[in-house]
């Protein structure tokens, strides 16, 4: 099993920083991609920022420039640095990890971190 908890949430004011934090427990090994989503109310959940096995990098069009991915070694934790916030980035965001299982890719979550960007 895997088990992510992530960190670093809160209330900033537009123009802030935050830097999220993902800690992943148990079968750490065999994690494959690992990611960030956000969901604002009334919307689906979307891929902010993701970072592979090897290293390369993924972002959504609107954060590019803003946002950067990271991870320390052995895939643990992965950061989420969030630059010149804007009111519009205010969702709860998710860690992402997956991993295969035979030739089945599991995907799992963490439960969630706040962030609201407002004055």
């Given at each position: 099993?895997?088990?992510l908890?992530e960190?670093?949430?809160?209330?900033?004011?537009?123009?802030?920083?935050?830097?999220l934090?993902?800690?992943?427990?148990?079968?750490?090994?065999s994690?494959?991609?690992?990611?960030?989503?956000c969901?604002a109310p009334?919307?689906?959940?979307?891929?902010?920022?993701?970072?592979?096995?090897?290293?390369?990098?993924?972002?959504?069009?609107?954060v590019?420039g803003?946002f950067?991915?990271?991870?320390d070694?052995?895939?643990?934790?992965?950061?989420l640095?969030?630059n010149s916030?804007?009111?519009?980035?205010?969702?709860?965001y998710?860690?992402?990890?997956n991993?295969?299982?035979?030739?089945?890719?599991?995907?799992?979550?963490?439960k969630?971190?706040?962030?609201?960007?407002?004055?």
């Open positions: 099993q895997v088990q908890v960190s670093g949430g809160g209330l900033v004011q537009p123009g802030g920083s935050l830097r934090s993902c800690v992943v427990s148990g079968s750490i090994f994690i494959n991609d690992m990611g960030w989503y969901q009334g919307k689906e959940r979307e891929l902010v920022a993701s970072i592979s096995v090897g290293g390369r990098t993924k972002f959504a069009d609107y590019k803003r950067t991915i990271s991870r070694n052995a895939k643990n934790p992965v950061y640095q969030m916030l804007k009111p519009e980035d205010t969702a709860v998710y860690c992402n990890a991993r295969f299982m035979g030739t089945t890719l599991m995907n799992y979550w963490g969630g971190t706040l962030v609201t960007v407002s004055s």
